[in-house]
């Protein structure tokens, strides 16, 4: 089994950057994960809707055929930690599938990531940063590992 984190945008601020790249080194000792980041599209701001389909197509054109594809939006279901382990990480784990996780830009999601997603799974109700999306997504996988091996980072 394999995650990885596509997402649109760089952390350019910094801010967020050290504590991604400890979860992510965490996440390593149980399965390689891998974040990839691609350009935002130059229609951002000028023409919102070319910009979510642009930045669709280059999310899907990444996506491999073994990979469970979960497409993180703030209108998605909402699911506690424990369930985000069962149904998403300890899924794949017994499944031997491979993780994608999406995340989109300033504009969100294009209807056709959305048709795309196996699963559409909202961190909050709050709209979040793309960047601090990223960051609650790793702790949350970082916890969801815990969860599924017993272990005592989840209280
Ligand atoms: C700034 S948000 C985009 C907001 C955009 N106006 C929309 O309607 O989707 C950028 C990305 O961060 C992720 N994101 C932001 N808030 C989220 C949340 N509460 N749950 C899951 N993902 C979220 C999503 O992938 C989203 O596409």
């Known amino acids: 089994m394999k995650v990885r984190i596509l997402s649109i945008g760089a952390d350019k601020s910094g801010?967020?950057?050290p504590a991604i790249?400890?979860?992510l080194k965490r996440i390593r000792r149980y399965?390689?994960?891998?974040?990839?980041e691609l350009p935002p599209s130059k229609k951002g701001g000028i023409d919102p809707q070319r910009a979510r389909e642009e930045e669709g197509q280059s999310l899907l054109s990444r996506l491999k055929d073994s990979e469970r594809v979960v497409v993180l939006?703030?209108?998605g279901d909402l699911m506690g930690s424990e369930a985000f382990s069962r149904e998403?990480?300890?899924d794949a784990m017994n499944r031997g599938r491979d993780l994608a996780f999406l995340i989109g830009g300033a504009e969100g999601h294009s209807a056709a990531v959305r048709s795309r997603a196996d699963r559409i799974l909202a961190l909050?109700?709050?709209t979040l940063a793309h960047r601090?999306?990223?960051l609650v997504l790793v702790e949350q996988l970082y916890r969801g590992f815990a969860?599924?091996?017993g272990e005592p980072y989840h209280k």
């Open 132 to 134: 601090l999306a990223r």
């Open 31 to 36: 399965v390689p994960v891998e974040l990839v």
């Open 73 to 75: 939006d703030e209108r």
């Open 21 to 23: 790249a400890e979860y």
């Open 88 to 90: 998403i990480v300890q």
């Open 15 to 17: 801010l967020f950057e």
């Open 147 to 149: 969860i599924a091996r």
């Open 124 to 126: 909050s109700p709050l």
